[in-house]
């Protein structure tokens, strides 16, 4: 069977998930792989690092707190990431303190927050104490307080800043917690690429913003605010654009501040982009317009399937139509979505002939002789008053 563009549907290639929306990445380690799992699925990518890495070996801070937990040796040791675990190891093996460091975690009780930090520690020839199955911080939390830290010394490996609430907590239980800064994080050199993503988090884009790590968040949302603009980026990301996070230390920063999150049950780099292929497309509602499928992704349209590349005045004229579907849209409204168009109202028909075109489906769009535009939805999915029925809204 072949449809209006003369096209068998079988003949038609396959469209990738994640086709016609924006991904931003703010990752500073790492980037590239997730970025290649999303562009691969299809994905638009913005690489906006957020963060740049101090090197462990120059980190004279960490050389002096390892100095002194050797120095003093403490009873617990939490260590919450592997590359961090690894890194710190490496590290002191520079320093020439590598083995003093080793015989000083084989005698303290080491805890470690999920399998991947258990593997670091055994690869160092150490054995951990517990780890839990939920790879959660909390749940390291509460079996501390659990088994009572009143006058323990406890070193908690850092994420590049305090863990929220979990020093604060061994403290108030009566523990003297030593944070260790096994890395530490810097606002990029480049801060232009940070810039740009957050102008398409609050100008629409952007569909998504993956975050890997807690300072990156905290680092986006700083930049937001030395720009004035964090209040904007954050009522982006609760009404618009998925904030995608690792886990659930990551998602602390963003839902701390009102913003809802979603995470991969298992916090890897592949699970995360799965879980992006699988919330863009189901954010989306297709509409029935004409007797087509219409499907309006990020900067482009899929209709009956095909994937049909519209440019951005023709997005924000169909994304006004679509916003009130089967309705008449009057010319001044939609000039209004039209940057530069001034008070000419031909050039929303000037704009609205190019989105037909690039629909390839005129039809689509119906025009109402002195009042304006309209999807042209179709009779089935509308009520008698021309709206949406429940069963498609």
Known sequence: MRDHSG???NERAV???LAGFTVGVT?????????????RRGATVMMAPALRLVPLFDDVELLAVTRRMLADPPDKVVATTAIGFRGWIEAADGWGVGEALRACLDEVELLARGPKVRGAIRAAGLTDAWSPPSESMAEVL?????EGVRGQRIAVQLHGEPLPGFVESLRAAGAEPLGIPVYRWLPP???????RLLDAVVGCGVDAVTFTSAPAAVSLLDRAAQRGMREEVLEAFRHRVLPACVGPVTATVLESR?????QPERYRLGPLAQLVVSELPARVRPLPVAGHRLEIRGHAVLVDGELRQVAPAGMGLLRALAARPGSVVPRAELLRVLPGAGTDEHAVETAMARLRGALGR???IQTVVKRGYRLALDASSQDDDGCMSREDA
């Open 7 to 9: 096209v068998q549907d």
């Open 15 to 17: 469209v990738p998930p």
């Open 362 to 364: 005129p039809r689509l």
């Open 142 to 146: 509460d079996r501390l307080l659990a």
């Open 258 to 262: 009102g913003v809802p999150t979603v």
């Open 27 to 39: 990752a500073a380690r790492r980037a590239d792989d997730l970025a290649a799992l999303l562009t």
């Open 189 to 195: 050199t480049d801060i232009a690429p940070m810039d």
